[in-house]
């Protein structure tokens, strides 16, 4: 029997519509910035062990170990928010699953197996410190890296096919003459929407863990130990920001070629306009206008199509039952962008200082928004997602399947909602008091020497460097 | 046998690893909240450092069952996640606390940790064995929450496999511990191990035996199944295999006790598929619900690639575990060589390599933007990511040499 998207599972009265929406959109929202450290950090913590493995230096040995402790705490954390959300396919939307797991179902299979690989070697890379010579153990970190992102890869294959449906034909209303293969692989959008997340993990990453040692910074603690820990990740996401500028514009390419409502809503364009112009910030109104925006002529023309004076479709081209809340995602898109954009000035700033005066920037100013810049990329990433997610609605699945067609007719899942609320809190509280616990063990006798002890570290530039840089920078 | 059919024997090959590799992994803090005395912290210590490596992989079989079940039957899948959301979203948040209490007890040996833990490891097993009643017992009808809310899952054949989940888990954890603890050299806690293992295994089988009676009044499809033809040839290997275990444990055989602990586990859970079918869920066939041919052969491709490179891994990894490499003070006695490399002093790129990476994402740069699709916009975009790659690499290596030079 095949599934079919009106009759297998007849529609529903779900009256909690909206929160079941909510309650995917948490746990998207916690499990997504801990995928990024599952795709991510393996690189970094894999580099500055091949650094140490290189010069013998023990501090870059000791940020990789510590760093991999944090990795394997958030790896874990990783885990279960990403059961949840397997779970919750299924509990919030049996009718999207029963139509259609069986299209995209293949890619969660793989993903399946990247997550096996993951947890495998994650496990042998944290507890095989020591216990493995340091080739094989350096070796035991690449399936790591390789999983991180093939997991990603399969997810973000099925997202792609939600917004551009392909691989199957809809007879009287039931899906038919599936084509997993192409519809997951000969997407369009994989690739631009994959590499667009696979940087932003770069992004959230490299800026948050270069926060926490830019705190540390101001604290005067700037040993060979701190800094290193903290230019590795900075170094990694200036480059990776300035980068997703060039993809974020092939990713908006792509949706304005296959999902011109989405785009419409991105900007708040209500009619369809020739040589359309870009307007920043404002509030779109139910007539269609936006309030308060800056208009900047024929920009939104130039982004979306490269062409100042191209045709942008309008969201009045469509009747407004299939129209995504503007607004929000509107806002979304602008947060993502404007987040964006800083970090780019911020990485400017620092390639900048660095290029013409060979050193890292010393005003204190600069490590305070480094420090700022962790939390921001991660609201860009959730906007990120927020913007390509609720834009897509009220699709489920972009053009063929409502999301009120998909979703429980379970009643109570308000209750369900709650209880993973307050889950979450101990999930999040217990996580930070994890990593509090890590930051403050001690450092072996060797670090401890190179960081505070007075003879090696002090005399030589860089603790001496570092107090110069906090007294120019006060 | 047709090929729609093959998913089904999958899945239950995962749920028969994910009770014994999970549930050890349950059973495990069930055994850490008991632990009192004088050998308590030894035996907690023991469980968290036995179980830590290999917990994670140990949860993604659950992941790989429901994978492999909404990709094969997807109806299934939306019938009885929706009708059994309550326990699932109850085992789910029970996964969370338990991952909690690993994460929170790897840095701190505290009370609450290990109440918090025992409690997830209780309601977990427990709710998703009152989901396996449900099913076993055509409680489950297909459709979008179409069974009852609470009965379909709060009824006799539910309450009892959940029951015997716990009681299960309780016990294949204890054998795995035992014979943890006799390979790393710690008497004690073997004997301890031992003493559990062999409480929890008659615990066990009495449940079984009164689950089969309660089926008899409350599951009469599944009762039949289960005690005639080869379900009945099913549940007396199983039978067997416990007794086994038993027996094993009383000699201290620990590693024959744990394969028999698994081969009583695995019996069970084909017992369960042979009673059960041809049926999935009431008045659906496996191959009804089955998606289409070329789906099932394309999913059983990918677990096949995937199993080549899962197994070799799987077992490096409890090669590693069970061959004492990751034990504490081992370290000391495996590795002679210590972490130092060619000790060679990392310099800046050349400038003339900065300037090529530099032309490279320059010029891929401009072909992403200057072509909309096909081959040079993809060429472009990848020349753009081999520089950026590359580039970190040189920052970062320069960044961190500048230190030294200053």
Known sequence: ?474 | MPVADVPVLIMLVGIAAYVVLGGADFGSSFWSLTARGKLGGEIREHTHRSMAPVWEANHVWLIFVLVVCWTAYPEVFGSIFSTLWIPLIIACLGIIMRAVSYVVGGVADERGVVILSAISSFITPFALGTVVGAIVSGRVPVGNAQGDLVSSWLNPTSIMIGVMAVTVCAYVAAVYLAGDAKRNGSEEIAEAFRRRGLGAGLVAGAVAAIGIAVMHNDAREIYDGLTSGAGLVAVLASAVAGLATIAFLWMRRYELARFCAAGAVIAVVAGWGIAQSPDILPGLTVSDAAAADNVIIGLLVCIAVGMLILIPSLLLLYGLVLGGRFDPGSDRNTVVETRVGPMTELGGPRPRSVVAVLGVAGVGALMSIAFSSGAPLYIGIAMVLAALAIGCVMLAVTLVTAEESD
């Open chain 1, 1 to 474: 029997m095949l599934a079919s998207v009106s009759s297998a599972f007849p529609a529903v009265d779900q009256d909690y519509l909206l929160e079941a929406r909510q309650m995917q959109a948490l746990s998207f929202a916690v499990h997504i910035p801990l995928v990024c450290f599952g795709v991510a950090f393996p690189a970094m913590v894999i580099f500055t062990e091949w650094l140490g493995y290189r010069t013998g230096k023990a501090h870059y040995t000791a940020i990789a170990k510590r760093w991999s402790k944090v990795m394997i705490t958030l790896f874990a954390a990783g885990v279960v928010t990403g059961t949840l959300l397997s779970f919750e396919l299924g509990i919030l939307w049996p009718g999207f699953m029963s139509a259609f797991g069986e299209v995209f179902g293949l890619a969660f299979g793989l993903e399946g197996f990247s997550f096996f690989i993951e947890a495998i070697f994650i496990a042998i890379y944290v507890y095989g410190w020591d216990r493995l010579s340091p080739k094989r153990h350096l070796l035991a970190g690449i399936p790591v890296m390789v999983a991180g992102f093939t997991g990603s890869w399969m997810v973000i294959a099925v997202n792609a096919w939600m917004n551009a449906p392909s691989g199957f034909d809809v007879v009287n209303g039931d899906v038919v003459n599936v084509q997993p293969w192409s519809a997951l692989f000969g997407n369009g959008h994989l690739w631009p929407q994959l590499i667009h997340m696979y940087l932003a993990a770069y992004i959230v990453v490299g800026f948050s863990i270069a926060g926490v040692y830019a705190f540390a910074w101001l604290k005067g603690r700037r040993g060979p130990y701190f800094r290193t820990a903290m230019v590795i990740p900075l170094a990694i996401a200036c480059l990776a920001a300035p980068t997703q500028l060039l993809i974020g514009d092939w990713s908006a390419r792509n949706v304005a070629e296959d999902q011109p409502i989405k785009l419409a809503a991105f900007e708040g364009l209500y009619k369809t306009t020739e040589g359309a112009p870009e307007t920043i910030l404002g509030w779109y109104e139910p007539d269609g206008s936006i309030k308060y925006g800056i208009e900047i002529p024929k920009l939104l023309s130039l982004l979306a199509y490269h062409d100042p004076n191209a045709t942008v479709q309008g969201l009045d081209t469509v009747p407004e039952e299939d129209r995504p809340p503007i607004n929000v995602v509107r806002i979304a898109f602008q947060t993502m962008v404007g987040i964006g954009t800083m970090l780019v000035a911020l990485a400017a700033w620092f390639l900048f200082v660095f290029y013409r005066k060979k050193r890292i920037p010393e005003t204190k100013w600069f490590y305070r928004a480094v420090i700022a810049a962790g939390p921001a990329a991660v609201v860009a990433l959730i906007a990120g997602w927020v913007t390509t997610e609720v834009g897509r609605q009220p699709w489920v699945v972009y053009g063929v399947m409502r999301t009120e067609e998909a979703v429980t007719g379970a009643e109570g899942i308000i209750f369900g909602y709650t209880a993973l609320v307050l889950v979450y809190l101990v999930l999040a509280g217990s996580t930070f008091w994890v990593l509090r616990r890590i930051a403050r063990t001690p450092f072996t006798p060797e670090i401890a020497a190179l960081e505070e002890g007075p003879g090696t570290a002090g005399a030589k530039g860089p603790e001496s460097g570092g107090k110069a840089g906090h007294d120019a920078g006060s």
